[in-house]
């Protein structure tokens, strides 16, 4: 065993220790284990009745545009079909999904050194928390492994721009979509950088068009039944005359609950500069480092955005895709500024 191997493994035993204590204190007064959150039952609520019923609503008696993820409700409801009503269900389905995003990391990370690798691979566990994102039984979990499985198909596609690599990046951004829509925020910015740097309209515009897609087809689906094209969680809360100190309480609230999130992008900005330092346009800048930036613009334009439209968005996908950006930076940094001999370039990867 390597080790990184053996520090995948205490991270992993360190995982399942959290999960459990946090399942028992779940369970300790009741017997049954309750989501906290009330964005997990109305999940429950509404892939329950769809899966018993084939209500997609709160009440099996009427349609409703309640949930802030068809798909993962959608894949709920599909377990709910083949193994039963079990209360956990989402926790399964939490901790399969997290499983994975992790086996995508250590691929990804062990091209690394050690440190980085465990710096790193520790961070992304602990910051989320992941832990929590699994017992919360949202669909976070699934939405983080989304967007690390598109920013991947980004990077393979900047090393091979072949149509298998844009394809799969194509397919990968109906996913992040279909299990949050502030996806579309990130993905608006990778369509302009294929636009602005790369020249390519067509390309952009696919793209584009497969990850509004879910929207699209959600949209249609509930005006169909009677119900509002966008589900009911991102209706803009302007409607009052505090309307607009409220926006800012949101604003400043995102801010402070994303301290983790901003701190990471003053790095991730930092280190974008010191790259690109002898480049002096900023498009030079930017293809220096398209991932970086990209990631960059798009995060920053969810904390900026969303309290616009009213929504209260989970940091625990932003913070892992700016931690999965920072990964090779600081590798490269490192070897710059310590020449260890130890240290060795990084090598591509694939998973």
Excluded at 249 to 276: C, D, E, H, P, R
């Amino acid at each position: 065993m390597t080790a990184k191997q053996k520090i995948l493994l205490l991270v992993m035993m360190g995982l399942g220790l959290l999960i459990f204590l946090d399942i028992r204190a779940a369970t300790s007064s009741s017997g049954v284990y309750v989501y906290a959150s009330e964005q997990a039952n109305t999940h429950w609520s509404v892939a329950k009745n769809f899966a018993e019923w084939g209500v997609w609503g709160i009440s099996p008696y009427q349609f409703s545009s309640a949930s802030s993820s068809p798909l993962f409700t959608f894949l709920l409801s599909i377990l709910i079909k083949i193994f039963g009503n079990s209360n956990y269900i989402p926790l399964i389905a939490n901790s399969l999904a997290a499983l994975f995003l992790i086996s995508i990391l250590h691929t990804y990370l062990k091209q690394f050194t050690i440190r980085i690798y465990a710096i790193f691979m520790i961070a992304i566990i602990l910051l989320m928390p992941l832990h929590k994102e699994i017992t919360a039984g949202t669909e976070y979990v699934f939405y983080s492994l989304s967007m690390i499985l598109f920013l991947r198909a980004f990077q393979k596609y900047l090393a091979s721009e072949t149509p298998r690599n844009f394809s799969n990046m194509a397919l990968l951004s109906i996913l992040a979509t279909g299990f949050r829509y502030e996806s579309l925020i990130l993905i608006f910015f990778f369509c302009a950088y294929l636009v602005i740097i790369r020249n390519d309209f067509v390309k952009s515009l696919a793209l584009w068009c497969c990850a509004i897609m879910p929207l699209l087809v959600y949209g249609w689906i509930s005006v169909s039944h009677g119900s509002s094209f966008l589900p009911v969680y991102m209706f803009p809360r302007l409607e009052t005359t505090d309307g607009v100190k409220d926006l800012l309480k949101n604003l400043s609230g995102n801010a402070y609950q994303g301290a983790t999130v901003l701190i990471l992008m003053l790095f991730l900005l930092i280190q974008i500069f010191i790259q690109s330092g002898t480049q002096k346009t900023l498009a030079d800048k930017i293809s220096k480092n398209p991932l970086a930036a990209v990631v960059f613009c798009g995060v920053a334009a969810q904390l900026v955005i969303a309290p616009i439209v009213g929504i209260v968005i989970n940091q625990s996908a932003s913070i892992v895709m700016i931690l999965f950006t920072l990964a090779p930076i600081t590798n490269d940094f490192i070897q710059k500024k310590v020449g260890n001999t130890e240290l060795k370039s990084p090598q591509n990867s694939e998973f």
